[in-house]
Every structure is written in C-alpha cells, then in structure tokens.
C-alpha cells in the first residue's frame, strides 16, 4: 500500500522559502499526490496536488519528481502564519482511503 | 457557504455512555469519512462512504458504527465510550467524480471528546 515519509519538523526564516520533503516511493502510477495543512489543532486544509508535472496556486508549488517517488511542497515567502503541521497524502490501496502519516512541523522564526 | 459542519465541538463521556458524533456537508459531495487524531499523531481512517447507503471500515474501526441514509449526513456512533476514544474527530468530504477537483478533501472543525 501507497504511504508517505516526512521529517517530524522544520524551521524556516520569516520570508525565505520553506521547502517541504515527502517521500512516496509506493505510489502508483496513476495516484495524485495531495498536500494539506493543519493550524493548530483545526481541521486539515487543502494546500495542492499533482499526478507528475509541477504545479502552482496561490498558496504554493508543487514539485514531482520524474520518477514520483517524492514530492516537495515549497512555500516561496514563509510567514509566521505558514507555522502549521503538513501532511502529504496518496490513496492507500485500490479503495478511497487516504494514508496521512504524522507530518511535518514546520516552524516559521521571526 | 458551511461546507462541513461537526456538532458538538466538545463533549465529555463516562466510560459505557454511547453518543453520536453528527457531521453534515452542503456541497453535494459522494464521498464522507470520519477520521481520529490523537496527540502528536496523524489522523487514521474510521469509516468512510462513498455515497448513500454505503460505508466502509477504516484503519482503526473497533467501537464505532457509521451509517449514510443521505447524501449531506454522516453521523459516528460510539457504541460504549472507552477512555481509549479520547481523541479529536474530524469529518472530512470531497468529491469522487472525474477532474481536478476529484479526492480534494474539506475538514470540519473537529469534535474534541474525553472518556472519563
């Protein structure tokens, strides 16, 4: 089954870039990777997601790399809001069950 | 726009009581689950459903029952309340057709419970 790595937490500079590692060497090849957010202890918020090309909104990029293994969600200009806990989810199996792991903590200094 | 409501946000229990975690959506989605956090953790799948009539189990089901007689309503039942279900549930929707949008999934608020 399809499940994802992430380092337990980060630091990142008030406005430098936060770049957010995920491993998912179990993909299968036609699963999206999803990225979300949790602010405290609040409900998971949608951030991205991708199948194979990058991709961009306005609150991050999304990089994939050629082989889908691993993902990095990059946050161009990190703020003290930014702080959050972020998973990286795929489909777990063939049903509609989603492995969210523990994150990562990223911590954004002043 | 509500998106996902949970009710209550709060709830204390004594071990043996049963009570019902109640989670609506207003977006016409198919697809509802009901996930647990506890400290320091991720959350992990109880049940979900991909549309009326229809659940399925999760990773950590024991001790609770789920079911969907509508498209917006996806109540948790807990059967007889341990202190092992002290925990913060989240109900979470999306919408499981074709395009962009399909898998993205909206959390509610959560329901913060304790099991005394």
């Known amino acids: 089954d399809a499940k994802t790595t992430q380092p337990p937490s980060m630091d990142c500079a008030e406005g430098r870039a936060a770049n957010l590692p995920c491993n998912h060497s179990t993909i299968s090849g036609n699963e999206y990777v999803y990225w979300y957010r949790q602010i405290h202890s609040q409900g998971p918020q949608y951030i991205i997601h991708g199948l194979k090309n990058n991709e961009t909104n306005e609150m991050a990029s999304l990089i994939i790399t050629e082989d889908r293994k691993s993902s990095t969600l990059i946050l161009p200009h990190a703020t003290l809001r930014d702080t959050a806990v972020y998973y990286c989810i795929v489909r777990v199996g063939t049903g509609n069950q989603f492995y969210f792991g523990t994150g990562t903590s990223l911590t954004v200094i002043p | 726009n509500a998106g996902v409501t949970q009710t209550p946000k709060f709830q204390v229990l004594k071990t043996g009581q049963s009570m019902t975690l109640q989670c609506a959506q207003d977006?016409?989605?198919?697809?509802m689950s009901w996930y647990r956090q506890d400290p320091g953790m991720g959350l992990r799948l109880i049940h979900y459903?991909?549309?009326?009539?229809?659940?399925d189990q999760g990773e950590v089901p024991n001790g609770y029952n789920v079911s969907r007689s509508t498209t917006e309503d996806f109540p948790l039942r807990l059967l007889s309340a341990a202190p092992s279900q002290t925990s913060v549930y989240f109900c979470?929707?999306?919408?499981?057709?074709?395009?962009?949008?399909?898998?993205?999934?909206?959390f509610g608020a959560g329901t913060r419970l304790s099991v005394l």
């Open positions: 977006m016409n989605h198919e697809y």
């Open positions: 979470a929707s999306s919408y499981s057709g074709s395009g962009v949008s399909k898998n993205i999934q909206y």
């Open positions: 459903s991909v549309g009326a009539g229809i659940t």
